[in-house]
């Protein structure tokens, strides 16, 4: 088997189709800003991807945000106005000013990451009394994803790589932060065959880049045969704010 690490260069031009900006994510966008306090703040978006929540700060917040992949941050550039300032640089060793932050924000970046390194950085990059907010899946949601039953290597990959909450909590204390609240959310989704279909040819999520070619292209060939009109699914959010 080819382990191979996910490729965010090859999907860029695709992520936002496939991956839509949707009512759910605009519900995700104000649980987050209300609860990790982002608007008005000085914050930096790490993995920043084609810009959506940088884009989303902006007209309220002073926003800056890095990402490794160039052609994720020029999709971003399309997007952010001119008052975003965008970087190309590494989670673990962002050129940026000790104590410039206030917020430090990882939206579905942080299992991509060598967490330990990423977070001393997020501490400090943050002045004194900063917060530093991890979205992430609740690993309760990889047991029933709507994908398993076609790749059924899914479930294993995304939980060794996805940590815990517990595991979240101890990794950004150990980083050296306070306090660190959990908060859980719940929603759900509906798709229809064309869309799934179409998620899939795209590799729409970097689990895909996980697989070897023969278990892609087995379970591609299942989904086509076996996949419903529509698919309902449930997603669980792990929100993490942790106190500098
Ligand atoms: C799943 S996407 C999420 C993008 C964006 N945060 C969002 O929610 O739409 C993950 C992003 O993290 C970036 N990334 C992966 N490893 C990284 C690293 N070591 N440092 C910075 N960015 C990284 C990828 O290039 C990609 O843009």
Not at 12 to 28: G, I, K, M, V
Not at 183 to 202: C, F, M, P, S
């Amino acid at each position: 088997m080819v382990l191979r690490r996910p490729d965010f260069d090859a999907r860029a031009a695709t992520y936002d189709d496939l991956r839509p900006q949707d009512d759910n994510w605009w519900e995700l966008f104000e649980l987050v800003s209300r609860e990790a306090d982002l608007r008005g703040q000085r914050v930096l978006d790490v993995g920043c991807g084609t810009g959506r929540l940088v884009a989303a700060l902006a007209p309220e917040s002073s926003v800056w945000g890095i990402d490794s992949s160039a052609e994720m941050l020029a999709m971003a550039r399309k997007r952010v106005p001119a008052n975003v300032k965008l970087k190309l640089a590494r989670a673990e060793d962002p050129p940026l000013k000790d104590s410039w932050f206030d917020r430090v924000v990882y939206w579905l970046v942080v299992h991509l990451l060598d967490r330990p390194a990423a977070f001393r950085a997020a501490r400090r990059l943050l002045a004194p009394g900063g917060r530093a907010c991890v979205v992430t899946f609740d690993s309760t949601y990889f047991s029933d994803f709507w994908l398993n039953q076609y790749f059924p290597r899914f479930e294993a990959i995304d939980r060794a790589r996805f940590s815990t909450a517990g595991e979240l909590e101890n990794e950004l204390r150990e980083a050296g932060f306070g306090q660190v609240r959990l908060v859980r959310h719940h929603q759900r989704d509906r798709i229809d065959r064309e869309t799934a279909l179409a998620k899939i040819a795209g590799r729409h999520i970097s689990t895909f880049d996980l697989l070897d070619d023969a278990e892609y292209e087995q379970g591609r060939i299942l989904a086509e045969r076996n996949l419903p009109a529509q698919v309902d699914y449930e997603i669980h959010w792990l929100v993490a704010i942790a106190e500098r």
